[in-house]
């Protein structure tokens, strides 16, 4: 397993999330305004921090090891982490997520703590699954599995399915075939998803045609903002990625400059680019400006790369784990950031 594509695939989640960040909620002519472009960290003192976008997939991850390809394990050992994670008080939590976590403490089994919701929550932690397995079938299980836990709606598994495709290819392929991807994805998900699949369509006739990623976004009626549906979110995500496939750097600035949910809708760009062009192809000053505990870069690098030896054959003897209270105090400081953001945004520029 390519250990290159699955660290790449961690870390440019990370990078996507981190920079999208201070964006996120805002129009692209407010955010011009008020934060200037996405060239840079900018959410605290010139540095950066992840959100659930990238913390759900390090969940991913961690569970993926201890099950050792058993999907029924992996549920239940991402169920867990997801009951601990939702009360140590994660900013920006998705409605359907929130309440599944509750539902979980509450007694609920992990097959049945899952909303109906089209959220965009199982695509933001899906690229992972593209990067680690070639089985289709099998890694078919896997997001089902995930999705199915916090949304039950099958658009928001349609939506991580074709992430996951996306992530796959990318790592699979020199050069992306968009039409050959979108048959995968088709073929995968069936008649149910034809809303999603001619949106996609849309998207790549969109690529071939040389529409910025921005055009794309407004003429499927996203004017003002990427929403957090995942129908809203994804092909745009896609459209990133088409139009940037071997460079992360635009691939994120272009989803960034659609406005609205840009922390989840780069980190998903971010981590399907992020599997193709592996770490070494990550800009270095937008990995090095990442300023995180628990879940440092070096961390995520680690996972990553026992995450590799896991889908080799050869898991580590210890999961790398976090400290629960250096990850409650770290999202008190993180939270209190956050409402920094929320009042300035109340002051002009407007």
């Known amino acids: 397993m390519n250990r290159d594509a699955i660290v790449g695939c961690i870390l440019g989640t990370a990078i996507g999330d981190a920079i999208g960040l201070p964006y996120e909620g805002v129009s692209p002519e407010r955010s011009r305004r008020l934060l200037g472009p996405p060239d840079r960290h900018r959410f605290v003192f010139g540095r950066g921090m992840i959100s659930d976008d990238t913390e759900h997939t390090c969940m991913v991850a961690q569970s993926l090891i201890e099950s050792d390809g058993d999907v029924e394990l992996f549920t239940k050992r991402f169920a867990s982490r997801l009951r601990w994670w939702v009360i140590a008080l994660p900013a920006g939590v998705g409605k359907a997520t929130a309440r599944a976590g509750l539902k979980l403490w509450l007694g609920a089994s992990p097959e049945k703590a899952g909303v109906y919701s089209a959220g965009n929550g199982p695509a933001m932690r899906a690229a992972l699954f593209g990067a680690t397995m070639d089985d289709r079938a099998k890694m078919l299980e896997f997001i089902r599995a995930s999705t199915r836990l916090t949304h039950t709606d099958r658009k928001a598994e349609f939506g991580a399915i074709a992430v996951a495709l996306a992530a796959q290819h990318a790592r699979q392929n020199p050069t ?87 922390d989840t809708t780069a980190a998903i760009v971010g981590g399907i680019v992020g599997c193709g062009v592996g770490e070494s192809g990550l800009p270095d000053d937008w990995l090095s400006g990442i300023k995180e505990l628990p879940r440092s870069v070096d961390w995520m690098q680690c996972l990553g790369e026992a995450l590799a030896e896991t889908m080799k054959g050869h898991p580590p003897k210890r999961t790398p784990s976090i400290n629960p209270i250096t990850a409650l105090t770290r999202n008190l ?13 109340l002051a002009p520029p407007y």
């Open 176 to 262: 992306v075939d968009a039409e050959r991807w979108l048959a995968e994805v088709a073929d995968a998900c069936g008649e149910a998803a034809s809303e999603l699949i001619e949106l996609l369509r849309r998207a790549i006739h969109s690529v071939k045609v040389g529409e910025l990623t921005t055009d794309f976004a407004r003429s499927i009626d996203l004017k003002d903002s990427v929403s957090g549906y995942t129908y809203h979110t994804v092909p745009v995500a896609v459209h990133a990625w088409l139009s940037h496939s071997k460079n992360l750097r635009a691939a994120i600035r272009s989803t960034i400059e659609c406005g609205g949910d840009a």
């Open 333 to 345: 400081f993180f939270l209190s950031i956050v409402l920094c953001h929320g009042f300035r945004r």
